[in-house]
Every structure is written in structure tokens, then in C-alpha cells.
């Protein structure tokens, strides 16, 4: 498969420069590489255009650019269009939901781990076993409440839920007793320790706004917020802060990592790591909800039971898939990419769903290594033919990257993205050459191969710096867990150069998103950019800070300038600001293209899907947390 990919590109590469020696070169200079609510807050979010329509707005705007990204972007809205139509037709001729069945999934990892403030790779068990105050969605652009019922913001620092009526825990936890404010305080109150004692992979932006919480009764919950956070609603669905019972947790030592059903959400383990399968039934003390709420239903959830399977090889897990044991094909990075839809477009039993995309891929630098050679960065993002990227690992659908998702109104226009980050290996050969590349790094540059994904962006990107920079790129291969200690590797211990980095963030705020890829106090900080005000500084010798300080702080400023002003207008520019500093300075993360359109393969079974850009993830109400699925076969 991979020599189509490759085919394909020198192909389109040739045709591209063909078309540039006709008269096209001055094109050639600017082409050239994670709220609303029930209450006050509503007006504390930009203007509430739906996010598929933004988007699509935006794949039109890139799609006038160039006329190979206009006819991939027109064969993509066709195929997007399409798969809703077969979707809503499906369902229309249907009987309408029913109760029961199986719904069977897989995933590549196995699980680390059990506990919703430690572990942020337990997508399944973490989205349907436990209670979380509201899920939101951006397809909608909505928050609907989950253990909230209703919630008001009586001003800007304050969030007052008032809990549903029914909630209670498992009757594996607590004993099945009633769910109250003081779990959910609980539950909150832990994440910080647990980010500091307990290596949490939860990221700090997610509880760090949280000051205090207020629990005058059973069914009220107070949050105080450190600072007005304009994304406080959107970032409250995030699986992370799933409400677990206190009883549980100190009976364990403090931690869940080792036990399961310590919720009370939807389900509930009936056995896990059998034969590499987890299994979940439904919680019989679940009482649903006091009214139907977008993917929330009154009632319990129609679905009986999920089925979850540990299956690592993509050929095997697509085997399963065609074979009716599995549900959803996913691809390893969250989505299927052209060529795999394609493939299984006409397949029986088998339905595309398509819509835009939220993720984000980042090129992230060792900061350390980079900060002081300047000329090097920007030789080091001139030397990749982004577009060629585009050609290569997307088959020709993608849109450039940037610091924001491409769903919110705040992301840079594709044609501004293409001015600030240009292919020019003329250019970026002469840097490298003044900068005294071959110096500074005499041994080449290293990057991480991660084996548990796919590693064409990797390859391609390495073969472009080979080709254009004239260095040589080590590949090292590692498997999930080596990765993830790579990366985060305190500074000066980092083995690599530079590294792809994707992860399955909280999709529903700029904030997080793709931005924190970028900021000191996000995953900035784990690629060693810091400032001396992180509030791990203490951590880090200051003559390492002092290298990174000036780089880092003008980021943070800005980023946190942004997370407080609820005026969309200015709020907009601000993120604006950001993103073309990012861009500009080179340093530490460059923004690598993505596909235009989210892709997932689902048996047709499955009714009521969420598309795109909710279908995958937890936060954004994905397909876990869609209580109002169903099987037609049931």
C-alpha cells in the first residue's frame, strides 16, 4: 500500500512543477509544511456557528487555492455529503430505536491503567463507566448535561450545576449509594495530587483553573474558577473527570489503577483483560436522566452491552471488522485515511461516515537542542514540501495545519497558513549552511518511529530533511510506552531531535485542542520549552530555563491573555496573534497537515452514529458516550 501512497506523490510532484515552469512560480513562493450552557454563560463563547459549517466553509476557501487541493476538497464534500444522506436514509427507513444488542469495538492499546485522573488512554471504559457533569458537542456547538441537570453562571468566576435526581454509583462501589455534590468535589479536588505524586497523564490545563468548590447540599455543586476561563463548560466533558466514589479510592491506597466499577455511569465491567477483552454490562442502578438532552437519552442508553477487544494489528483489527466481530474501524491515528474508504466504500454491510476534522498533528523539536540556532529552525521547516505531504500521507485530501483546530472560527485561513509556512530547500539549504548545521548536529538528527502507528508522516518527513537539508535522519523504532517516555524525557535526556506527535486531546477548546501542543504549561513544557514562571520551574536546573524562557514566555503571555477575554471578537484576535507568532518564530512545534475530511468505517448495523467531528471523541459526546445509538439487529 504504501508504494501507492508514494507513487502517487512523485507523480502529483512532477505534474506540480510542470505546471510551475508554465507560469505559476509566483504561486510556487507562498504554496511551498485537546461556552454554552444552561445558564449565563452563553455569551462567554464566540458566535455559536456550527462547527461542520465552519469547516466546510474553510476546506471551500482552501479548496479556491490550488486546483489539486480544489478537486480533492469538492471529491471530499461529495463523499461527506453522501455518507449523511446513506446515514439519514438508513435510519429513516428503520423502525426506530430499539433496546438490546452488543455493540463490539477494538482498540490498539492495552490499558495502563483504570483510573479516569491518571490514565487518558482508557477511551472506552473511561466514557461509559463513569458519571461526568455535561458531555459537549461541537457539531452542535452545545453542552448537554450528563450528572448536571441544569447549571448557571451567576458571574464571570463562579459555575453553580445543580445535579440530576437519580444518580447513583454501581453496586460494585459504595454500595450502590446515591451520587452527591461531595463525590463530585471528591472526584476534582484529587486531579492535582495525582498529576504531582501519582505521574497523571492528565494535563494541568484541564483542572488548573479550578479554585474551589461549594457544596451547600446533596444535589448542588459549586466550581470556583482561579481565573474567568472561557472554556470552562467545553473542557468539563473531558473523560479525565469522571466522578468516582471516595469509598473506592481509599480503599485502594489512594488510586485506581488496578480497579474497575469504582462509577456510576451507563455500565459497568463485567470482566476485563480476558483473552485481551474487556467486557461491559449495563449499571442496574443507572437511572438515566429527567429529560432527553441531545445524545442523551431519558431512559438508560438502547445498547445492552460493549464488547472491547485489545487488537494491535491493524490488519487483523480491519479482518474483524469485515467479519462483523467489530463495529468501528478507526485508523490508528483516530480516523481512516482516503484510500482505506475508498476500499471499503462498497463493502456489505459497511457505511463511510464523513465530516470535517478537528485533530492535529505537531512536529515537535526538543527544545533544548533548538532554541539557540535560529537559522537552523526555520531551515528545518523551509527543507519539508508541506504540500507534498499533503500528497503523500492523505493521498492529496488534507489541509494545512495550524496551532487551532480548523473547526473553530479563530484558525488562520489556509491561505494565510501557506504564506507563513513555505517549502523554499534553496533557501533552507543556505540557512543551514550559515547556521553551521553540520556543526551543531555532525551526527544528523533522530527522530522517533513509533511502531504501534502508522509511520508514512514519519518516513516522509525524515526523506525530505535528507534530501534538502543534505543530513542524515536515524529512524528509531518504538513501541507505545518507550514513545510516550521519549517524549515527555526531562531536558537534556531526550534521544531525539524532533518527533510526530498526535494524541487524542480534549477536542472542544482552541485551548487545548492543538494550541497546548505549543504552550510552556501544556505539552510545550514536555518538549522542553519552558519559562521560569512554569510551575514545575523548580524541577528543571534555571541555567536549562534560561535557555528557553525568552522563546517560551511570549507564547504563554499571549495564551493566557486569551483564556480570559470572553469577547469573541478579541478573543479571536488574540488566538490569531498566537498562531503567527508560532508560526513565525519556528520554535518548538511546527503544525503538520491533516486530513480534510474525518473518515470512519461502521457496520451498518450501528444506527444513530455521531459524525464527524464528534464521532471519536469522548469529550466532544463521540460514539462511546451516544446513549441514543442503536442496533438495527437487535
Known amino acids: 500500500m504504501a508504494d501507492g501512497y508514494w507513487g502517487k506523490y512523485w507523480r502529483r510532484r512532477i505534474s506540480r512543477r510542470r505546471a510551475l515552469a508554465g507560469g505559476a512560480a509566483a504561486a510556487a513562493g507562498a504554496a ?5 450552557g444552561c445558564g449565563d454563560d452563553d455569551d462567554d463563547e464566540p458566535a455559536a456557528t456550527p462547527a461542520a459549517t465552519r469547516a466546510a466553509a474553510q476546506a471551500t476557501e482552501a479548496a479556491s487555492e ?26 429513516a427507513a428503520a423502525t426506530g430505536p430499539r433496546a438490546g444488542g452488543t455493540m463490539k469495538v477494538q482498540r490498539a492499546f492495552a490499558d495502563t491503567g483504570y483510573d479516569p485522573a491518571i490514565t487518558i488512554t482508557g477511551y472506552q471504559w473511561a466514557a461509559i463507566t463513569y458519571n461526568h457533569l455535561l458531555g459537549y458537542s461541537l457539531i452542535e456547538n452545545e453542552a448537554w448535561g450528563d450528572a448536571a441537570q441544569s447549571w448557571e453562571q451567576p458571574d464571570a468566576s463562579t459555575i453553580v450545576f445543580n445535579l440530576e435526581p437519580n444518580l447513583r454509583f454501581n453496586p460494585e462501589a459504595a454500595d450502590g449509594r446515591p451520587i452527591t455534590s461531595q463525590d463530585i468535589a471528591y472526584s476534582f479536588a484529587r486531579l492535582p495530587a495525582a498529576f504531582t505524586n501519582l505521574a497523571s497523564e492528565v494535563n494541568p490545563l484541564q483542572f488548573a483553573f479550578m479554585a474551589g468548590f461549594d457544596t451547600p447540599d446533596d444535589t448542588t455543586f459549586g466550581l470556583q474558577m482561579r481565573y474567568p476561563w472561557v472554556s470552562a463548560i467545553p473542557s468539563l466533558g473531558s473523560t479525565s473527570l469522571g466522578i468516582v466514589a471516595p469509598e473506592v479510592v481509599e480503599a485502594n491506597g489512594g488510586n485506581l489503577t488496578d ?13 476485563r483483560g480476558r483473552d485481551g477483552f474487556n467486557s461491559y454490562v449495563r449499571n442496574p442502578n443507572y437511572g438515566g436522566h429527567s429529560t432527553a438532552r441531545g445524545r442523551f437519552t431519558k431512559d438508560p442508553p438502547y445498547i445492552d452491552r460493549w464488547e472491547d477487544a485489545h487488537i494491535t494489528d491493524p490488519a487483523t483489527a480491519e479482518a474483524r471488522f469485515l467479519t462483523g466481530d467489530s463495529d468501528i474501524l478507526t485508523g490508528v491515528v483516530g480516523a481512516i485515511d482516503a484510500i482505506k474508504a475508498d476500499e471499503l466504500r462498497d463493502q456489505d454491510g459497511v457505511t463511510i461516515i464523513s465530516g470535517p476534522t478537528n485533530t492535529h498533528l505537531v512536529m515537535a523539536l526538543d527544545a533544548l537542542k533548538w532554541v539557540p540556532f535560529p537559522q537552523l529552525r526555520e531551515a528545518l521547516s523551509l527543507s519539508i514540501d508541506w504540500d507534498g505531504y499533503i500528497d503523500v500521507v ?6 494545512r495545519g495550524a496551532p487551532v483546530g480548523p473547526v473553530f472560527p479563530e484558525v488562520l485561513s489556509q491561505e494565510e497558513i501557506r504564506q507563513l509556512q513555505q517549502f523554499d530547500p534553496e533557501r533552507a539549504r543556505q540557512l543551514w549552511e550559515q547556521g553551521g548545521g553540520n556543526q551543531v548536529f555532525p551526527d544528523g538528527l533522530t527522530t522517533l518511529l513509533a511502531t504501534f502507528t502508522d509511520t508514512r508522516g514519519t518516513q516522509y518527513i525524515a526523506q525530505q530533511i535528507e534530501e534538502n537539508l543534505g543530513i542524515t535522519v536515524k529512524l528509531e523504532p518504538v513501541d507505545f510506552a518507550t514513545y510516550v517516555a521519549s517524549l515527555t524525557a526531562p531536558p537534556g535526556s531526550k534521544i531525539w531531535h524532533f518527533a510526530l506527535v498526535v494524541e487524542n486531546s480534549l477536542s472542544t477548546i482552541p485551548d487545548y485542542n492543538a494550541l497546548t501542543h505549543y504552550v510552556p504549561t501544556g505539552y510545550g513544557g514536555a518538549f522542553g520549552l519552558f519559562t521560569h514562571e512554569h510551575p514545575q520551574a523548580a524541577l528543571i536546573p534555571s541555567a536549562v530555563i534560561d535557555i528557553t524562557h525568552e522563546m517560551g514566555k511570549p507564547i ?34 511546527f503544525p503538520v497537515p491533516v486530513g480534510a475530511v474525518e473518515q470512519h468505517a461502521v457496520r451498518s448495523r450501528v444506527q444513530n452514529v455521531p459524525l464527524p467531528p464528534d464521532f471519536k471523541d469522548n469529550g466532544s459526546m463521540g460514539y462511546r458516550r451516544a446513549q441514543n445509538m442503536w442496533l438495527a439487529d437487535a
Open 66 to 91: 490550488a486546483e489539486a487541493t480544489e478537486a480533492a476538497a469538492t471529491e471530499s464534500a461529495a463523499q461527506a455529503t453522501e455518507a449523511a444522506a446513506t446515514q439519514a436514509a438508513t435510519q
Open 394 to 399: 492523505h493521498d492529496g485530501n488534507g489541509i
Open 556 to 589: 504563554q503571555d499571549l495564551y493566557n491573555a486569551q483564556s480570559v477575554t470572553h469577547d469573541p471578537e478579541q478573543r479571536a484576535g488574540l488566538l490569531q496573534q498566537l498562531q503567527r507568532l508560532i508560526f513565525t518564530q519556528f520554535c518548538c512545534t
Open 259 to 271: 480497579t474497575v466499577n469504582a462509577g456510576g455511569g451507563a455500565y459497568m465491567f463485567e470482566s
Open 32 to 36: 511551498a509544511l485537546v461556552a454554552v
